[in-house]
């Protein structure tokens, strides 16, 4: 009988860590995942696989070495998938040491954590890259072989982990890829991404829960993709024969506009953008009669970052070509649609339960008061 597989996932709490989880027990594997200690529970993408006889959660920081080494040693496992990040560009320009300590020197303790406990040889290891390493892109569309141009302290930290993930599989023979992910997003994408933003203001602004909708810059573009797809992609690196590094994308590209455009529609909007740059709005010309003729949506200047990436476009082939890879499994427009029908719902139920707290106590006021 063959020996089961164990997967050790930091960032398990994110969008990627939650759908992999999913993806590799259902393969089965035992998984194990990381968080950091916190007096707030953030653990709602996983909080249905707890309880799950092959499911485990440990404690450990990206920022502490030795509970690395610690966890490693007690887990021993066969693959590693690092997707533990600051992964939100404009906060790396807030806190750009926060950044580089997590997402550069963070994957240098992984690799020697693993080198530590003597599983060079024995450990598989995936490291989250990103399209942000081509940044002040240099060609289009950008392949395993395009240069980096890095344009952000998140970007410039990836690029770290990048290349010491390379140095190692070189200098140590360990297997260990990296996955160069372009944008890809889901209903568990966190509220301050930009797509999420978008599709949560939609589903507001239908139920007359907001008025208006603030935004960067309309016209950049990316290859966004979905992230339930994009999961299987990381397995499928670390199941060849040799280690190596790919580009996952879909090869299709959309602006930030198209994406605006596309969510307000799902949700029974149509929106006419007019005007250009700082001073182009989303008017309503077609929905609720309430809404018709309204601006929804407004470009502000303070989304706007110090140093903007504008034209990323992955190009798959290499995915498709050796590890038979599907990238156009979900579409743009379905990843659109599967994004805002979660958020009305989410929107609508946020309402049920705010209603019903506000009687709970008002009825409670009144019995204490009587």
């Given at each position: 009988?063959?020996?089961?597989?164990?997967?050790?996932?930091?960032?398990?709490?994110?969008?990627?860590?939650?759908?992999?989880?999913?993806?590799?027990?259902?393969?089965?594997?035992?998984?194990?995942?990381?968080?950091?200690?916190?007096?707030?529970?953030?653990?709602?993408?996983?909080?249905?696989?707890?309880?799950?006889p092959?499911?485990?959660?440990?404690?450990?920081?990206?920022?502490?070495?030795?509970s690395?080494?610690?966890?490693?040693?007690?887990v021993?496992?066969?693959?590693?998938?690092?997707?533990?990040a600051?992964?939100?560009?404009?906060?790396?320009?807030?806190?750009?040491?926060?950044?580089?300590?997590?997402?550069?020197?963070?994957?240098?303790?992984?690799?020697?954590?693993?080198?530590?406990?003597?599983?060079?040889?024995?450990?598989?290891?995936?490291?989250?890259?990103?399209?942000e390493?081509?940044?002040?892109?240099?060609?289009?569309?950008?392949?395993?072989?395009?240069?980096?141009?890095?344009?952000?302290?998140?970007?410039?930290?990836?690029l770290?982990?990048?290349?010491?993930?390379?140095?190692?599989r070189?200098?140590?023979?360990?297997?260990?890829?990296?996955?160069?992910?372009?944008?890809?997003?889901?209903?568990?994408?966190?509220?301050?991404?930009?797509?999420?933003?978008?599709?949560?203001?939609?589903?507001?602004?239908?139920?007359?829960k907001?008025?208006?909708?603030?935004?960067?810059?309309?016209?950049s573009?990316?290859?966004?993709?979905y992230?339930?797809?994009?999961?299987?992609?990381?397995?499928?690196?670390?199941?060849?024969?040799?280690?190596?590094?790919?580009?996952?994308?879909?090869?299709?590209?959309?602006?930030?506009?198209?994406?605006a455009?596309?969510?307000?529609?799902?949700?029974?909007?149509?929106?006419?953008?007019?005007?250009?740059?700082?001073d182009?709005?989303?008017?309503?010309?077609?929905?609720?009669?309430?809404?018709?003729?309204?601006?929804?949506?407004?470009?502000?200047?303070?989304?706007?970052?110090?140093?903007?990436?504008?034209?990323?476009?992955?190009?798959?082939?290499?995915?498709?070509?050796?590890?038979?890879?599907?990238?156009?499994?979900?579409?743009?427009?379905?990843?659109?649609?599967?994004?805002?029908?979660?958020?009305?719902?989410?929107?609508?139920?946020?309402?049920?339960?705010?209603?019903?707290?506000?009687?709970?106590?008002?009825?409670?006021?009144?019995?204490?008061?009587?």
């Amino acid at each position: 009988m063959e020996k089961k597989k164990i997967a050790l996932i930091t960032g398990v709490t994110g969008q990627d860590g939650s759908y992999l989880s999913e993806f590799l027990l259902g393969k089965g594997y035992e998984v194990h995942g990381v968080i950091r200690r916190s007096s707030v529970d953030y653990r709602e993408r996983i909080a249905h696989l707890e309880g799950k006889p092959d499911f485990h959660i440990h404690y450990a920081d990206m920022g502490d070495s030795m509970s690395l080494v610690k966890l490693v040693g007690k887990v021993q496992p066969t693959e590693i998938y690092n997707l533990a990040a600051q992964s939100h560009v404009q906060v790396s320009f807030d806190a750009p040491e926060f950044t580089a300590d997590v997402d550069a020197v963070g994957v240098l303790r992984i690799l020697e954590a693993v080198r530590t406990n003597h599983l060079e040889h024995h450990c598989r290891i995936y490291q989250a890259s990103t399209s942000e390493l081509y940044g002040k892109v240099e060609e289009v569309p950008q392949n395993e072989l395009t240069p980096f141009h890095p344009y952000s302290p998140y970007a410039v930290a990836k690029l770290y982990g990048y290349w010491i993930v390379k140095e190692y599989r070189e200098a140590y023979g360990m297997y260990c890829c990296s996955g160069i992910l372009f944008n890809h997003e889901s209903e568990r994408r966190g509220e301050t991404f930009v797509t999420r933003k978008i599709t949560l203001a939609a589903a507001r602004i239908a139920q007359g829960k907001q008025e208006k909708l603030f935004l960067g810059n309309l016209s950049s573009l990316r290859d966004w993709g979905y992230a339930k797809d994009y999961v299987e992609c990381m397995w499928l690196i670390l199941q060849q024969e040799q280690p190596d590094d790919f580009v996952i994308a879909t090869g299709v590209q959309h602006s930030v506009r198209e994406f605006a455009y596309l969510a307000f529609k799902t949700a029974g909007m149509e929106l006419e953008f007019r005007g250009e740059g700082i001073d182009e709005k989303g008017v309503c010309v077609a929905g609720p009669a309430n809404l018709v003729g309204k601006t929804l949506v407004e470009v502000s200047e303070d989304f706007y970052r110090p140093t903007d990436v504008v034209n990323l476009l992955g190009d798959p082939s290499k995915a498709k070509r050796e590890l038979g890879w599907d990238p156009q499994s979900t579409s743009f427009e379905q990843l659109v649609s599967i994004m805002v029908k979660h958020d009305m719902q989410k929107v609508a139920a946020d309402h049920v339960a705010g209603v019903m707290r506000t009687n709970l106590a008002e009825y409670l006021e009144k019995g204490i008061t009587k």
